[in-house]
């Protein structure tokens, strides 16, 4: 495996009062150094930038849904890249920012703008931290969360393997919270997983398994294996590559079974 995608979901950054875990994201920055050093390429998908900026300042009036995402967003990002900033620095590894947007994508010229950017930092040994430009984005041309933008990053990229980290360990035959319910191991491009899936979204990020599932599939179909795996738990994405078989997580099969 020498190219992979991470989503990290907001909920997998986030503590329950809305604060950056810093814990958590040094940990998963130290997972993608270790990757680094041995010699895969790593593009991180980040979400975080609304939360961050929400448990930062309060505005003195009431905002409309797009005007505070807008707000939220400008601070949170700088603060949430700044940590990055600085984890990625102790292990002798910059990072950089790169902000799209879904209407900016649509054209050629721009997307192969980002995709020319992208890897020449990755040539160059840089991280890409990619994240929706929220201050540009309105309601009806945003993405639908960052889980469709990581299968954007994953195709452009032509990523080995898509991981998307959310906050439990995939795709349940039943309802999380339910102690019988089991994580659904493998899923093939003939599975029908409506019956599994929750239409809850996170109360931090935009999307929610249904959004997942649906990205994943579509990616799997492009040839590009993708992993649903829960950010929170330890080394997750070290044992993904070191332990696949042992390490819980739902795997969508790629059609051509690259993975």
């Known amino acids: 495996m020498k190219r992979i995608a991470v989503k990290i979901g907001s909920n997998v950054l986030t503590r329950r009062d809305g604060t950056l875990d810093i ?19 790593v593009i991180l998908v980040s979400s975080g930038a609304v939360a961050s900026g929400r448990s930062e300042i309060t505005p003195s009036h ?3 849904e797009v005007s505070s995402r807008q707000f ?25 920012q790169v902000l799209t947007t879904k209407e900016g994508l649509d054209k050629a010229d ?14 160059e040994g840089v991280i890409p931290i990619v994240n929706e430009n929220d201050t540009l984005s309105i309601t009806e041309l945003m993405f639908t969360d960052n889980d469709e933008l990581s299968g954007l990053m994953a195709q452009m990229m032509q990523v080995d393997q898509l991981v998307i980290l ?27 997983m ?3 899936i929750q239409s809850g979204k996170s109360s931090l990020g935009r999307g929610g398994m249904l959004t997942k599932c ?6 799997a179909a492009e040839g590009i294996p ?12 070290l044992r993904l590559i070191d332990q696949p078989g042992d390490t819980i997580c739902t795997r969508f099969q790629s059609l051509n079974f690259k993975d």
Do not use: W
């Open 23 to 41: 814990t958590r994201m040094s940990a998963i920055v130290d997972q993608i150094a270790e990757l680094h050093k041995r010699g895969i390429q």
């Open 62 to 64: 009431t905002l409309d």
């Open 72 to 96: 939220y967003s400008a601070i949170g990002q700088a603060k949430l890249m700044g940590k990055y900033y600085t984890f990625f620095r102790e292990h002798g590894i910059t990072c950089g």
């Open 110 to 123: 721009h997307y192969v703008n980002q995709q020319r950017c992208m890897e020449v930092m990755l040539a």
């Open 166 to 192: 959310s906050n439990i360990d995939g795709i349940y035959d039943g309802n999380p919270a339910d102690p019988q319910s089991r994580v659904i191991r493998s899923v093939s491009a003939t599975d029908d």
């Open 194 to 196: 409506a019956q599994y």
């Open 214 to 219: 649906h990205i994943a599939r579509k990616v």
């Open 226 to 237: 993708v992993v649903i795996a829960n950010g929170k738990s330890e080394d997750i994405l």
